[in-house]
């Protein structure tokens, strides 16, 4: 089941689980805080 949570980016709300649910989730978030996504952020090699 997904859920809603808090995106690390911008703080708005995204979803997390196993993809089946997000149209769930996303009823229950009003669009302008919903996440709209980000492009992958660069990682650093340890």
Same mark, same amino acid.
Request: a neutral charge.
């Given at each position: 089941?997904? !859920? /809603? $949570?808090?995106? =690390? &980016?911008?703080?708005?709300? &995204?979803? =997390?689980?196993?993809?089946?649910?997000?149209?769930?989730?996303? =009823?229950? $978030?009003?669009?302008?805080?919903?996440? /709209?996504?980000?492009?992958? !952020? /660069? &990682?650093? /090699?340890?």
């Amino acid at each position: 089941m997904c !859920q /809603p $949570v808090r995106c =690390a &980016t911008c703080g708005k709300t &995204t979803w =997390a689980g196993c993809g089946d649910h997000v149209e769930q989730v996303r =009823a229950r $978030v009003p669009a302008d805080q919903w996440c /709209p996504g980000h492009e992958e !952020q /660069p &990682t650093t /090699p340890r």
